[in-house]
Protein backbone atom coordinates (compact mmCIF):
# COMPACT_ATOMS: atom_id res chain seq x y z
CA UNK A 1 0.00 0.00 0.00
CA UNK A 2 1.12 3.72 -0.49
CA UNK A 3 1.37 6.23 2.40
CA UNK A 4 -1.86 7.78 1.55
CA UNK A 5 -3.50 4.12 1.42
CA UNK A 6 -2.14 3.21 4.72
CA UNK A 7 -3.66 6.49 6.59
CA UNK A 8 -6.54 5.53 4.81
CA UNK A 9 -6.79 2.58 6.34
CA UNK A 10 -5.61 3.66 9.63
CA UNK A 11 -8.43 6.06 9.57
CA UNK A 12 -10.74 3.36 8.83
CA UNK A 13 -9.74 0.77 11.54
CA UNK A 14 -10.02 3.44 14.13
CA UNK A 15 -13.65 5.05 13.13
CA UNK A 16 -14.63 0.88 14.09
CA UNK A 17 -13.12 0.99 17.52
CA UNK A 18 -13.51 4.98 18.00
CA UNK A 19 -15.16 3.56 21.89
CA UNK A 20 -12.70 0.72 23.21
CA UNK A 21 -8.56 1.58 23.04
CA UNK A 22 -7.14 -1.19 20.62
CA UNK A 23 -3.84 -1.18 22.77
CA UNK A 24 -3.85 -4.31 25.97
CA UNK A 25 -0.87 -2.37 27.88
CA UNK A 26 -2.11 0.12 30.40
CA UNK A 27 1.53 1.71 30.46
CA UNK A 28 1.79 2.39 27.16
CA UNK A 29 -1.71 3.38 26.94
CA UNK A 30 -0.93 6.03 29.54
CA UNK A 31 1.64 7.43 26.95
CA UNK A 32 -0.43 7.81 24.17
CA UNK A 33 -2.75 9.26 25.65
CA UNK A 34 -0.93 11.69 27.22
CA UNK A 35 1.39 13.03 23.95
CA UNK A 36 -2.06 13.13 22.14
CA UNK A 37 -4.01 15.46 24.86
CA UNK A 38 -1.12 17.65 25.71
CA UNK A 39 -2.05 20.62 23.98
CA UNK A 40 0.57 22.88 25.48
CA UNK A 41 2.95 21.30 22.55
CA UNK A 42 1.59 19.49 19.79
CA UNK A 43 5.29 17.91 18.17
CA UNK A 44 5.32 14.89 19.91
CA UNK A 45 2.07 13.36 18.15
CA UNK A 46 2.79 14.64 14.65
CA UNK A 47 6.84 13.22 15.26
CA UNK A 48 4.80 9.73 16.07
CA UNK A 49 3.00 9.53 13.42
CA UNK A 50 5.07 10.29 10.94
CA UNK A 51 7.63 7.56 12.56
CA UNK A 52 5.04 5.33 12.55
CA UNK A 53 3.57 5.95 8.83
CA UNK A 54 7.38 5.70 7.93
CA UNK A 55 7.59 2.46 9.26
CA UNK A 56 4.62 1.13 7.83
CA UNK A 57 5.43 2.17 4.28
CA UNK A 58 8.84 0.88 4.97
CA UNK A 59 8.95 -2.08 7.44
CA UNK A 60 13.20 -2.16 7.30
CA UNK A 61 13.41 1.06 8.34
CA UNK A 62 14.43 2.32 12.04
CA UNK A 63 11.66 4.73 12.87
CA UNK A 64 14.04 5.96 15.92
CA UNK A 65 16.15 7.43 12.55
CA UNK A 66 13.59 10.18 11.04
CA UNK A 67 17.08 11.72 10.02
CA UNK A 68 19.07 10.93 6.90
CA UNK A 69 22.00 12.82 8.37
CA UNK A 70 22.16 9.79 10.44
CA UNK A 71 23.26 7.98 7.38
CA UNK A 72 22.58 3.99 6.79
CA UNK A 73 20.05 2.04 5.29
CA UNK A 74 17.91 2.73 7.98
CA UNK A 75 17.45 6.01 8.26
CA UNK A 76 14.60 8.01 6.68
CA UNK A 77 13.12 11.63 6.36
CA UNK A 78 10.69 11.72 8.93
CA UNK A 79 9.69 15.67 7.68
CA UNK A 80 8.90 14.14 3.94
CA UNK A 81 6.43 12.09 5.22
CA UNK A 82 5.15 14.55 7.92
CA UNK A 83 4.52 17.38 4.93
CA UNK A 84 3.81 15.43 2.02
CA UNK A 85 1.46 12.39 3.57
CA UNK A 86 0.27 13.70 7.00
CA UNK A 87 -0.99 17.20 6.09
CA UNK A 88 -3.33 16.75 4.05
CA UNK A 89 -4.29 13.62 6.23
CA UNK A 90 -4.87 15.36 9.06
CA UNK A 91 -6.39 18.54 7.52
CA UNK A 92 -8.88 16.07 6.05
CA UNK A 93 -10.09 14.82 9.00
CA UNK A 94 -9.30 17.60 11.23
CA UNK A 95 -7.64 16.10 13.82
CA UNK A 96 -5.79 18.62 16.53
CA UNK A 97 -2.49 18.93 16.02
CA UNK A 98 -0.61 21.67 14.71
CA UNK A 99 -0.94 22.38 10.93
CA UNK A 100 2.88 22.75 10.28
CA UNK A 101 5.61 20.01 10.48
CA UNK A 102 6.61 18.90 14.00
CA UNK A 103 10.56 18.93 12.44
CA UNK A 104 11.08 22.47 11.83
CA UNK A 105 10.49 23.05 15.87
CA UNK A 106 13.57 23.93 17.42
CA UNK A 107 13.51 20.68 19.60
CA UNK A 108 13.40 18.87 16.90
CA UNK A 109 15.33 20.25 14.07
CA UNK A 110 19.11 19.84 13.22
CA UNK A 111 19.55 16.17 14.49
CA UNK A 112 21.90 13.60 13.12
CA UNK A 113 21.56 10.53 15.88
CA UNK A 114 18.54 8.45 16.62
CA UNK A 115 15.94 9.45 18.76
CA UNK A 116 16.41 6.58 21.40
CA UNK A 117 15.29 7.17 25.42
CA UNK A 118 19.05 7.20 26.74
CA UNK A 119 18.64 10.79 24.58
CA UNK A 120 16.94 13.82 26.14
CA UNK A 121 15.02 16.42 24.33
CA UNK A 122 15.53 20.24 25.25
CA UNK A 123 11.94 21.14 24.96
CA UNK A 124 8.69 21.54 27.44
CA UNK A 125 7.18 19.79 28.88
CA UNK A 126 10.00 17.23 29.40
CA UNK A 127 7.59 14.46 30.04
CA UNK A 128 6.03 15.07 26.16
CA UNK A 129 9.46 14.08 24.77
CA UNK A 130 10.43 11.43 27.48
CA UNK A 131 7.50 9.48 26.75
CA UNK A 132 7.07 10.10 22.91
CA UNK A 133 10.95 8.57 22.48
CA UNK A 134 9.75 5.59 25.07
CA UNK A 135 7.15 4.80 22.56
CA UNK A 136 9.19 4.94 19.78
CA UNK A 137 11.16 2.71 21.64
CA UNK A 138 8.17 0.45 22.60
CA UNK A 139 7.53 -0.35 18.86
CA UNK A 140 11.24 -0.81 17.72
CA UNK A 141 11.74 -3.16 20.53
CA UNK A 142 8.23 -4.88 19.80
CA UNK A 143 6.32 -4.34 22.73
CA UNK A 144 3.51 -3.15 20.33
CA UNK A 145 3.37 -3.10 16.61
CA UNK A 146 3.73 -0.07 14.84
CA UNK A 147 -0.05 -0.54 12.93
CA UNK A 148 -1.66 -0.73 16.74
CA UNK A 149 -0.26 2.61 18.03
CA UNK A 150 -0.98 4.44 14.97
CA UNK A 151 -4.56 3.41 15.25
CA UNK A 152 -4.95 4.32 18.59
CA UNK A 153 -3.13 7.44 18.45
CA UNK A 154 -5.53 8.49 15.54
CA UNK A 155 -8.36 7.39 17.44
CA UNK A 156 -7.44 9.21 20.59
CA UNK A 157 -7.29 11.97 18.28
CA UNK A 158 -10.27 11.66 16.80
CA UNK A 159 -12.02 11.51 20.20
CA UNK A 160 -10.77 15.15 21.23
CA UNK A 161 -11.80 15.98 17.89
CA UNK A 162 -15.37 15.06 18.57
CA UNK A 163 -15.08 16.62 22.32
CA UNK A 164 -14.07 19.95 21.26
CA UNK A 165 -16.57 20.26 18.33
CA UNK A 166 -19.23 19.00 21.19
CA UNK A 167 -18.31 21.70 23.48
CA UNK A 168 -18.22 24.66 20.85
CA UNK A 169 -21.84 22.69 19.72
CA UNK A 170 -23.06 23.17 22.65
CA UNK A 171 -22.13 26.93 23.23
CA UNK A 172 -23.51 27.87 19.88
CA UNK A 173 -26.72 25.65 20.57
CA UNK A 174 -26.78 28.33 23.65
CA UNK A 175 -26.59 31.11 21.31
CA UNK A 176 -29.02 29.87 19.05
CA UNK A 177 -31.71 29.95 21.60
CA UNK A 178 -31.15 33.93 22.32
CA UNK A 179 -32.01 34.79 18.63
CA UNK A 180 -34.65 37.29 17.77
CA UNK A 181 -33.92 39.33 20.92
CA UNK A 182 -32.52 43.01 20.82
CA UNK A 183 -29.07 42.56 18.80
CA UNK A 184 -25.66 43.89 20.99
CA UNK A 185 -25.73 47.46 21.25
CA UNK A 186 -22.49 48.92 19.66
CA UNK A 187 -20.96 49.83 22.92
CA UNK A 188 -21.62 46.02 24.44
CA UNK A 189 -19.32 44.54 21.66
CA UNK A 190 -17.00 46.60 22.00
CA UNK A 191 -17.18 45.37 25.88
CA UNK A 192 -17.30 41.52 24.77
CA UNK A 193 -14.26 41.93 22.00
CA UNK A 194 -12.31 43.75 24.58
CA UNK A 195 -12.72 40.95 27.60
CA UNK A 196 -11.57 38.60 24.44
CA UNK A 197 -8.74 40.55 23.94
CA UNK A 198 -7.51 40.22 27.72
CA UNK A 199 -7.88 36.69 27.72
CA UNK A 200 -4.17 34.47 27.64
CA UNK A 201 -2.46 34.02 24.48
CA UNK A 202 -4.80 36.40 22.70
CA UNK A 203 -2.27 37.93 20.07
CA UNK A 204 -4.12 36.70 17.24
CA UNK A 205 -6.82 38.15 17.99
CA UNK A 206 -5.85 41.46 17.36
CA UNK A 207 -5.95 40.51 13.60
CA UNK A 208 -9.23 39.18 13.36
CA UNK A 209 -11.09 42.49 15.12
CA UNK A 210 -9.69 44.36 11.62
CA UNK A 211 -10.17 41.29 9.51
CA UNK A 212 -13.64 40.94 10.62
CA UNK A 213 -14.32 44.62 9.71
CA UNK A 214 -13.77 44.40 6.13
CA UNK A 215 -15.60 40.72 6.01
CA UNK A 216 -18.58 42.70 7.23
CA UNK A 217 -18.16 46.13 5.46
CA UNK A 218 -15.94 44.86 2.82
CA UNK A 219 -18.32 45.59 -0.09
CA UNK A 220 -19.64 48.65 1.38
CA UNK A 221 -16.23 50.18 1.27
CA UNK A 222 -15.73 48.67 -2.42
CA UNK A 223 -12.20 46.96 -0.90
CA UNK A 224 -11.60 43.40 -0.22
CA UNK A 225 -8.89 41.71 2.09
CA UNK A 226 -6.07 39.09 1.14
CA UNK A 227 -6.25 35.75 2.90
CA UNK A 228 -4.79 36.14 5.87
CA UNK A 229 -1.51 34.32 6.71
CA UNK A 230 -0.80 31.81 9.26
CA UNK A 231 -0.44 33.33 12.50
CA UNK A 232 3.51 32.30 13.28
CA UNK A 233 4.64 32.89 9.36
CA UNK A 234 7.06 35.99 9.21
CA UNK A 235 6.58 39.04 6.28
CA UNK A 236 9.83 37.93 4.74
CA UNK A 237 8.45 34.19 4.63
CA UNK A 238 5.23 35.15 2.80
CA UNK A 239 6.25 38.03 0.94
CA UNK A 240 3.57 39.85 2.82
CA UNK A 241 3.61 43.35 3.70
CA UNK A 242 1.59 43.21 6.75
CA UNK A 243 -0.77 41.07 9.15
CA UNK A 244 -3.65 42.18 7.05
CA UNK A 245 -3.48 43.44 3.17
CA UNK A 246 -5.80 45.40 1.39
CA UNK A 247 -7.25 45.77 -1.90
CA UNK A 248 -9.61 47.62 -4.05
CA UNK A 249 -12.37 45.50 -5.74
CA UNK A 250 -11.55 44.57 -8.95
CA UNK A 251 -7.47 44.67 -8.01
CA UNK A 252 -4.68 42.86 -6.97
CA UNK A 253 -2.70 45.74 -5.74
CA UNK A 254 -2.32 46.50 -2.32
CA UNK A 255 -3.30 49.91 -1.33
CA UNK A 256 -3.26 49.56 2.65
CA UNK A 257 -1.55 47.34 5.15
CA UNK A 258 -2.37 46.65 8.50
CA UNK A 259 0.56 45.74 11.65
CA UNK A 260 -1.23 44.27 14.55
CA UNK A 261 0.92 44.93 17.86
CA UNK A 262 0.23 43.54 21.66
CA UNK A 263 2.89 46.25 22.50
CA UNK A 264 3.77 49.87 21.72
CA UNK A 265 4.96 50.58 18.49
CA UNK A 266 8.31 52.30 18.11
CA UNK A 267 10.54 54.16 15.71
CA UNK A 268 12.07 51.05 14.70
CA UNK A 269 8.86 49.55 13.43
CA UNK A 270 8.22 52.97 11.42
CA UNK A 271 11.87 52.38 9.75
CA UNK A 272 10.65 48.42 9.13
CA UNK A 273 7.20 50.24 7.24
CA UNK A 274 9.54 52.19 5.43
CA UNK A 275 11.46 49.48 3.86
CA UNK A 276 8.82 47.46 2.96
CA UNK A 277 6.60 50.41 1.38
CA UNK A 278 9.97 51.18 -0.43
CA UNK A 279 9.92 47.71 -1.86
CA UNK A 280 6.60 47.24 -2.38
CA UNK A 281 5.39 46.64 -6.33
CA UNK A 282 2.49 48.97 -5.95
CA UNK A 283 1.66 52.43 -4.17
CA UNK A 284 0.29 51.69 -0.62
CA UNK A 285 -1.76 54.27 0.13
CA UNK A 286 -1.84 53.26 4.06
CA UNK A 287 0.02 51.59 5.90
CA UNK A 288 -1.71 51.20 9.50
CA UNK A 289 -0.40 50.26 12.89
CA UNK A 290 -2.95 48.77 15.54
CA UNK A 291 -1.56 48.31 19.07
CA UNK A 292 -3.58 47.21 22.32
CA UNK A 293 -0.95 49.69 24.08
CA UNK A 294 -0.43 53.54 24.51
CA UNK A 295 0.37 55.33 21.89
CA UNK A 296 3.76 57.34 21.91
CA UNK A 297 2.82 61.19 20.59
CA UNK A 298 6.54 60.88 19.50
CA UNK A 299 6.62 58.01 17.49
CA UNK A 300 3.27 59.32 15.81
CA UNK A 301 4.70 62.38 14.89
CA UNK A 302 7.83 60.29 13.92
CA UNK A 303 5.51 58.56 11.27
CA UNK A 304 3.99 61.62 10.08
CA UNK A 305 7.16 62.35 8.31
CA UNK A 306 7.65 60.10 5.75
CA UNK A 307 3.91 60.94 3.62
CA UNK A 308 6.08 62.97 1.22
CA UNK A 309 9.34 60.88 1.44
CA UNK A 310 7.53 58.07 0.74
CA UNK A 311 5.92 59.82 -2.55
CA UNK A 312 2.08 60.23 -0.44
CA UNK A 313 2.52 56.57 1.75
CA UNK A 314 0.82 57.67 4.86
CA UNK A 315 1.71 55.93 8.25
CA UNK A 316 -0.40 55.95 11.01
CA UNK A 317 -0.89 54.34 14.74
CA UNK A 318 -4.54 53.39 15.47
CA UNK A 319 -5.55 52.24 18.96
CA UNK A 320 -7.44 48.92 18.47
CA UNK A 321 -10.25 49.59 20.53
CA UNK A 322 -10.86 53.06 19.10
CA UNK A 323 -10.42 51.65 15.88
CA UNK A 324 -12.87 49.71 16.62
CA UNK A 325 -15.35 52.09 18.17
CA UNK A 326 -15.41 54.30 15.24
CA UNK A 327 -15.87 51.31 13.02
CA UNK A 328 -19.03 49.83 14.61
CA UNK A 329 -20.57 53.72 14.97
CA UNK A 330 -19.66 54.49 11.97
CA UNK A 331 -21.67 51.11 10.33
CA UNK A 332 -24.10 51.12 13.14
CA UNK A 333 -26.60 49.15 11.15
CA UNK A 334 -24.28 46.05 10.24
CA UNK A 335 -22.74 45.59 14.00
CA UNK A 336 -24.46 42.12 14.08
CA UNK A 337 -22.54 41.03 10.87
CA UNK A 338 -19.41 41.98 12.29
CA UNK A 339 -20.22 40.56 15.40
CA UNK A 340 -20.41 37.36 13.58
CA UNK A 341 -17.95 37.51 10.99
CA UNK A 342 -15.46 38.37 13.72
CA UNK A 343 -16.81 34.63 15.61
CA UNK A 344 -16.76 32.70 12.44
CA UNK A 345 -13.06 33.84 12.02
CA UNK A 346 -12.36 33.00 15.70
CA UNK A 347 -13.37 29.65 15.12
CA UNK A 348 -12.31 28.81 12.13
CA UNK A 349 -9.07 29.76 13.08
CA UNK A 350 -6.50 26.47 13.58
CA UNK A 351 -5.94 25.60 17.37
CA UNK A 352 -2.28 26.39 16.99
CA UNK A 353 -3.24 30.38 16.11
CA UNK A 354 -6.31 30.83 18.15
CA UNK A 355 -6.59 27.76 21.07
CA UNK A 356 -9.96 25.80 21.55
CA UNK A 357 -9.89 27.75 25.52
CA UNK A 358 -10.12 31.35 23.48
CA UNK A 359 -12.76 29.79 20.96
CA UNK A 360 -14.75 28.54 23.94
CA UNK A 361 -14.06 31.80 26.04
CA UNK A 362 -15.68 34.00 23.25
CA UNK A 363 -18.82 31.93 22.93
CA UNK A 364 -19.27 31.71 26.53
CA UNK A 365 -18.90 35.66 26.97
CA UNK A 366 -20.96 36.07 23.69
CA UNK A 367 -23.88 34.18 25.34
CA UNK A 368 -23.20 36.20 28.61
CA UNK A 369 -23.69 39.05 26.83
CA UNK A 370 -26.70 38.21 24.68
CA UNK A 371 -28.77 37.12 28.01
CA UNK A 372 -27.80 39.98 30.20
CA UNK A 373 -25.82 38.36 32.64
Same mark, same amino acid.
Given at each position: ???????????????????????????????????????????????????????????????????????????????????????????????????????????????????????????????????? *?????????????????????????????????????? *??????????? *?????EAIITLISQHLACKNSSRLLVLVVAAAYKAAGVRLVERMLPLNSHNAADLQ?GSLGDIEICLLGDDAVVTVYEMKMKRVTRDDIDAAVTKIARAPNKIHNYLF?????????? %????????????????????????????????????????????????????? %?????????????????????
Amino acid at each position: MTPEEILRDIQRRASERLAVSVVADPVIQERVDYVCRCMSNRAGVRLLMSCLLAKLDKPNIDLRKPYTEIGGEDSFSGRTYDERYLTPFINEHRLPVNPTTAFLTPTLRNINQPLTTDRELVGRPRDLYKKT *LELLEDVAVNRISADTLLIEIVRALMLLRNEKLARISS *LLAGLDRAEGA *LPLSSEAIITLISQHLACKNSSRLLVLVVAAAYKAAGVRLVERMLPLNSHNAADLQTGSLGDIEICLLGDDAVVTVYEMKMKRVTRDDIDAAVTKIARAPNKIHNYLFVTTETLDPMV %AEYAKTFYEKTDGAEIAILDCIGFLRHFLHLFHRIRADYLNAYQTLVLNEPDS %AVSQTLKEAFLALRQAAESGE
